[in-house]
């Protein structure tokens, strides 16, 4: 199901037919140093992790992370969109791109797309997005869509600080 289109970009649900794509994104070294091995090691458990995880989300909150590819060639380049996050009480903004589409502009069209996206269609106020404090490139994106720094915060079972950055405001 086609989520979004952006000038450049479509972002779609993933489907088990992604399996060969994902398998390469979780295992990129860049994707392991910034978010973590999700221990994805073969096609199989790639088709079961995107069941798990990416497809359970749209069942259970109707939205999650879409798969973003080029418009014009259909090339899958990095995963975005909005994830509703066990341990967080807003909904998140979240993206990843394999390196060689790096520099291209694609995270921040995907991520300012999923932010207009959650806010106007899907009527949520407050969006974050949480990041290792070190990934100066997310950061900038995070920035540049509107975000901006809250606080320092560590997920209930996790030994690493995370950078939240939020569209708005905390409501009391």
């Known amino acids: 199901m086609i989520v979004l289109e952006t000038e ?7 489907t088990a037919d ?16 910034f978010i973590g091995d999700r221990n994805v090691k073969t096609l199989d458990a790639a088709r079961a992790y995107i ?21 014009e060639s259909g090339t899958p ?3 975005c969109g909005l ?3 066990e341990g967080l009480e807003d909904v998140d903004v979240g993206f990843a791109f394999l390196p060689r ?4 502009g694609y995270a921040t069209e995907s991520a300012a797309a ?26 900038r994106v995070l920035e540049k869509v509107g975000l901006r720094f ?7 079972g996790d030994d690493e600080d995370l950078a939240l950055y939020a569209t708005g405001p905390k409501e009391a």
């Open 150 to 156: 809250e606080k320092i915060i560590r997920m209930a």
């Open 114 to 139: 999923a932010l207009e996206h959650g806010h106007r269609v899907l009527g949520i106020r407050r969006i974050i997005a949480i990041t290792v404090p070190y990934n100066v490139r997310s950061i």
């Open 83 to 85: 994830i509703k996050r």
């Open 101 to 104: 589409y790096a520099g291209f």
């Open 8 to 14: 450049r970009l479509r972002l779609r649900w993933l």
């Open 18 to 33: 992604d399996a060969a794509f994902i398998f390469e994104l979780v295992n990129d070294p860049t994707w392991i140093k």
């Open 77 to 79: 380049v990095g995963i």
């Open 51 to 71: 069941t798990d995880k990416y497809v359970a989300d749209y069942v259970g909150h109707g939205f999650g992370l879409n798969l973003v590819e080029l418009k």
